[in-house]
C-alpha cells in the first residue's frame, strides 16, 4: 500500500524499478527506501533480533530505531557504519541536535545522490558551522572532524594494550545460537537458514554439527564485515589507523606516530 495523495504534501515519484528481496522479484520507485518498497509489497518482517531471533520490521520509520535496519553488501554497511557514527559524534562535538538532520526530510530528498544522508540538512549544519565559527568547511571536513576524535580514542585504547582487531569481536553470545535447547526451540528456522545461506545439508545431521555451521557462517560474514569497515576507515586489518590515514586527518604528529608505527 501507498499513499498517492494527500492533503499537504506533495509526491513526487521516481521511475518504478524492479529488485530482488529472498528470490522474490518486487517493484519499488526510485529514490524510495528499501524499507517502504518491502512494506508496500506486504513484506512485514525485515529481520530478527540476534539474541530472541523476534521478528523485526518498520518501527520509526525515520532511521534511529534500526528495527528495519537492511543494507545491500558489505561495503554498503561498511560506509553506514563510518558515516552515521562519525555525523552522530560531530553533533556531541558541536553541541548540536540531530533531530532537524534525519527525523523531517526535505520534499525532493528522493531524488538525491545520497537520500539515506539528506544532504539539503547535511549542508544547513555546515552553513551553521561555518557562519558560527568564522571557519570554512565542507561535508568532508565535517565527517573529518569526528575521524580525528575516533581516530585519536582508537590509538589511546592501542596505547594501553587494547583497540585491535581481538577487541572488536562480538560477545559468544552473540554469535548463538549456544544451546541445543536454543537450537531445537527454533529448528525450522536455523535449519532453513543453513539451507537457504549455506546450500547446507541438514538430513542426518546432529544438532551440535549444524549449530556449528551456523557459527562458523555467522563468524565468518562478521570478519567479512570487519575487513570492509577497517579498510573504510583507513586502518589495517588488525585495527590499527595507517600512517597514511593520519597524515590525511593531519595527525600525524611524532608521538602519535611513534605508537602507531609498532603495530603496523
Excluded at 556531541?92 to 540531530?98: D, E, I, R, S, V
Excluded at 572532524?145 to 594494550?161: A, H, L, P, T
Aim: with cysteine; glycine share 8%.
Amino acid at each position: 500500500m501507498r499513499i498517492t495523495e494527500h492533503p499537504i504534501l506533495e509526491f513526487q515519484r521516481g521511475e518504478d524499478v524492479t529488485f530482488f528481496f529472498d528470490g522474490q522479484e518486487l517493484k519499488g520507485y526510485v529514490g524510495e527506501t528499501i524499507a517502504a518498497a518491502l512494506h508496500a509489497e506486504g513484506i512485514r518482517v525485515l529481520g530478527h533480533s540476534q539474541t530472541m531471533h523476534r521478528p523485526r520490521g518498520l518501527f520509526c520509520a525515520i532511521g534511529n530505531c534500526s528495527s528495519c535496519l537492511m543494507v545491500s553488501t558489505f561495503e554498503d554497511k561498511a560506509e553506514a557504519l563510518h558515516y552515521y557514527p562519525m555525523f552522530r559524534t560531530w553533533f556531541g562535538l558541536n553541541g548540536l541536535c540531530k533531530l532537524p538532520w534525519n527525523d523531517v526530510a526535505p520534499a525532493d530528498n528522493k531524488f538525491t545522490d545520497e537520500p539515506a544522508k539528506i544532504p539539503e540538512h547535511v549542508q544547513n549544519y555546515v552553513d551553521i558551522f561555518n557562519a558560527v565559527t568564522g571557519k570554512t568547511i565542507d561535508k568532508h571536513e565535517l565527517i573529518r572532524q569526528s575521524e580525528r576524535v575516533y581516530n585519536f580514542q582508537r590509538i589511546f585504547n592501542i596505547r594501553m594494550g587494547y583497540g585491535k582487531r581481538v577487541h572488536d569481536r562480538l560477545p559468544y553470545r552473540a554469535m548463538g545460537p549456544v544451546t541445543v535447547e536454543e537450537y531445537l526451540s527454533r529448528q525450522e528456522r536455523y535449519d532453513k537458514q543453513l539451507v537457504e545461506f549455506l546450500g547446507y545439508d541438514t538430513e542426518g545431521k546432529s544438532t551440535e554439527e549444524k549449530m556449528q555451521a551456523m557459527r562458523d557462517y555467522r563468524e565468518n560474514q562478521y570478519e567479512k564485515l570487519t575487513d570492509a569497515v577497517y579498510k573504510r576507515r583507513g586502518w589495517t586489518m588488525d585495527g590499527v589507523p595507517t600512517v597514511e590515514k593520519l597524515r590525511e586527518l593531519g595527525m600525524d604528529l611524532p608521538d602519535v606516530l611513534e605508537i602507531v608505527k609498532k603495530h603496523v
